[in-house]
């Protein structure tokens, strides 16, 4: 089993639709997660940082399920401009960083 | 504020030719320092990180080397270039372990 896996995608999905992109992680001493986003030839972008209690920003959600190891990002309304490869991320208790291998996002007009 | 500087931004060598990346965060000090890779369609490879001056842990056997001879400073190299070694290379800082990395803008090495 890999140590970060998400939703193989690419997911095309019409503008304003809501979108969940889906991610476990098997280390269960995992300690922090994140949401990035790339952009096509771009270097990765933190979105945000997934918090136990779940949290929000504008448009986009992101929650933690430590009990079944995973992570998830709602993002809704989906603007042309979210089109990207959304990545995940964990640190384990050793302080190991690992990033998934991405889930890629088309916004249709 | 900080900010990572990264270049060239795209890169065209010869096998065998050697190889010289450099990275410098401002506006910090003593952050910890990373050099990732990306291979074409695939995902962020972690090959090297520092947590102060000549500092450097390897994660990954290969002809590359890091260095850094200053705070903020981290420079990827490699005396042969192979063709494997194609790929997005992308120089990372982050505050302390609960933060998130801050990505530099990339390299693009094409070995030909």
């Known amino acids: 089993r890999k140590e970060v896996e998400q939703d193989p995608g690419p997911f095309n999905v019409p503008e304003g639709a809501t979108v969940a992109f889906n991610c476990t992680y098997s280390n269960s001493a995992s300690q922090s997660f994140f949401w990035y986003r790339q952009d096509c030839r771009k270097e990765p972008k933190l979105l945000m940082s997934?918090?136990?209690s779940g949290n929000e920003d504008g448009r986009f959600t992101a929650q933690l399920n430590r009990a079944s190891q995973y992570i998830s990002l709602l993002i809704r309304d989906s603007k042309l401009s979210d089109s990207a490869t959304y990545l995940c991320?964990?640190?384990?208790?050793?302080?190991?960083?690992?990033f998934g291998p991405g889930t890629s996002l088309s916004v249709i007009p | 504020s900080q900010t990572i500087h990264q270049w060239p931004a795209t890169l065209v060598q010869p096998v065998g030719s050697p190889l010289s990346l450099e990275c410098t965060v401002e506006?910090?000090?003593?952050?910890?320092l990373y050099w990732y890779r990306q291979a074409a369609g695939r995902g962020l490879q972690l090959l090297f990180y520092?947590?102060?001056?000549?500092?450097i842990s390897s994660e990954v056997p290969q002809n590359l080397s890091a260095s850094r001879p200053q705070d903020r400073q981290f420079i990827l190299s490699s005396k042969k270039l192979l063709l494997s070694d194609s790929g997005f290379y992308l120089c990372a800082w982050r505050k302390g372990a609960d933060y998130g990395y801050t990505f530099g803008s990339g390299t693009r090495l094409t070995v030909v």
């Open positions: 991320v964990v640190r384990t208790s050793y302080d190991k960083v690992i």
């Open positions: 506006g910090t000090s003593n952050p910890n």
């Open positions: 520092s947590v102060g001056i000549g500092q």
């Open positions: 997934v918090y136990s």
